[in-house]
């Protein structure tokens, strides 16, 4: 079976002849909400100092904003499918804008923390918005290189969110630096309205859904699911362990979200996520699993790289940033070129990806630590990581969306992407658990090397769900060929 993007055939669909302008205002808005995932990781020193706070506590300024983030990312897409792609990305910006400036300006860590819950569930509506409209836009062969140019945004926001980050504390100065990384939102999040004003076209009368209510239970039942799974993670993360005890929540509540969607298709009503998805798209199940395990390896890669060279090494955050630079750049390089090919190529370009990617981290653990200077090391195992991450995530977000209905692309994108998110969470927790522990019983540089290793293992199983779907794709019969 050829297992490529195939060209739709959709009567209805006339192309949009804005539609690369709009796709161009859509990633702006994508890449501002994603960057703040991972510019505060060179930032918590300099927190912890300005807030005088604990390091647990400002831990919670990353990962509550990743915990909100994974909440709503699957009703921000529902939603956008029910009531239009431009009338959420106008309220989730104006959310997202008015929280960043309530944490630049909140007087101290609480308040910071409330407001990056507040400001996470913002970005929660808006980013698959994003994945909606590229499936409402485009078709065919123009619709893997957009799917490309939303790989290349998602790879650079979380790989030069460091560098930014360093930036901006350097000019703004080490005690206060860190509240201008989210007052500079602000006017960004301002013009970015304007422009979707302008821009994104309002939906048509004669596109509206039969029925656009929204499943508020199973969005419920969902959020319990990820509240349970995610809550322990980042609890871990600021040295908390009683809330390990609300995994014991995760089967039960989405074994109920599972039936209440069956009840909610069966009774004739739109579900949260068409559940069928899973059962008829096998390559939309596999894009789940690959997307979802490549963010558990490379997100916690970036934040251990970022806290050995902060604390074990003495580097000011814009040097720490800077260090990590050519993952940035690699991703740049390898996201727009994956997208461009991967129409051709198809999955076997997401496995020869993934396997850079592992050959690079491998290489980085084995020859990075202990070496002084260490940056002459990192530039090209780096680049080279860089280049295979930046080609993961434009052709998994392609080939798992490719047979997904316009209908349902924001629904079907939020989960995408909600598996990355909670893939981010754990591998953060995981891999700065493993390089804390090791560092108390071994040297900084051997908890690096364990902890860059043990995300080499997370990437390689990535490969080898990404090798079990090309090998599936290859010998499983199309749809109705009698086979």
Avoid at 89 to 104: E, K, N, Q, Y
Avoid at 156 to 177: F, H, Q, Y
């Amino acid at each position: 079976m050829d297992d490529r993007p195939h060209e739709e055939q959709d009567e209805g669909y006339e192309p949009h002849p804005r539609r690369w302008r709009i796709l161009g205002v859509s990633l702006v808005v994508g890449f501002m909400s994603l960057l703040d995932v991972s510019i505060v990781n060179v930032a918590i020193p300099s927190m912890q100092d300005g807030l005088d706070t604990s390091a647990g506590t400002v831990q919670w300024v990353v990962s509550g904003y990743a915990l909100a983030f994974g909440l709503t990312l699957v009703a921000g897409g529902r939603l956008g499918d029910a009531h239009g792609r431009r009338r959420m990305m106008l309220i989730g910006l104006a959310g997202f804008t008015v929280a960043s400036a309530a944490v630049g300006l909140a007087p101290n860590a609480p308040l910071v923390i409330l407001a990056r819950l507040a400001q996470g569930a913002f970005a929660g509506l808006l980013t698959p918005q994003n994945s909606g409209l590229i499936q409402q836009l485009f078709r065919g062969r123009e619709r893997a290189k957009a799917f490309g140019l939303f790989g290349f945004t998602v790879s650079t926001a979380s790989a030069t969110g460091p560098v930014l980050g360093g930036l901006i504390i350097a000019a703004a100065g080490e005690e206060d630096g860190w509240r201008w990384l989210f007052l500079v939102n602000v006017p960004i999040g301002l013009v970015a309205a304007v422009a979707v004003l302008r821009m994104v076209p309002k939906r048509r009368p004669d596109s509206e859904p039969a029925d656009n209510r929204i499943d508020v239970p199973g969005a419920v039942l969902l959020g319990l699911t990820v509240l349970c799974l995610l809550y322990p993670v980042v609890s871990i993360e600021g040295g908390h362990r009683l809330p390990l005890v609300l995994l014991a929540g995760v089967p039960l509540f989405g074994w109920a979200f599972v039936r209440w969607e069956h009840r909610t298709t069966h009774r004739g009503h739109p579900p949260l996520l068409d559940l069928r998805l899973l059962r008829t798209l096998p390559g939309y199940v596999n894009g789940l699993a690959i997307g979802a395990l490549y963010f558990t390896g490379f997100t916690g890669l970036l934040l251990v790289l970022s806290i050995h060279l902060q604390e074990s090494l003495g580097l000011s955050p814009l040097q720490a940033g800077l260090a990590i630079m050519p993952f940035a750049v690699g991703s740049a390089i390898g996201a727009p070129l994956a997208g461009r090919y991967v129409s051709d190529a198809g999955r076997i370009l997401t496995v020869a990806a993934l396997a850079v990617m592992v050959v690079g981290v491998v290489l980085v653990a084995l020859l990075a630590p202990g070496r002084d200077p260490i940056w002459p090391w990192l530039l090209p195992t780096l680049l080279l990581t860089g280049l295979g991450g930046g080609a993961v995530v434009s052709p998994n977000i392609t080939l798992t969306l490719a047979e997904v209905p316009p209908r349902m692309g924001g629904a079907a994108g939020g989960a995408l992407q909600t598996g990355q998110r909670i893939g981010a969470s754990i591998g953060a927790a995981l891999l700065v658990t493993v390089y804390q522990v090791s560092a108390d019983s071994v040297s900084t540089d051997a908890a690096l090397r364990a902890a860059l290793l043990t995300g080499a293992g997370l990437v390689l199983v990535a490969l080898a769900m990404a090798f079990r779907g090309w090998r599936q794709a290859r010998t499983t019969p199309p749809a109705g060929s009698g086979r």
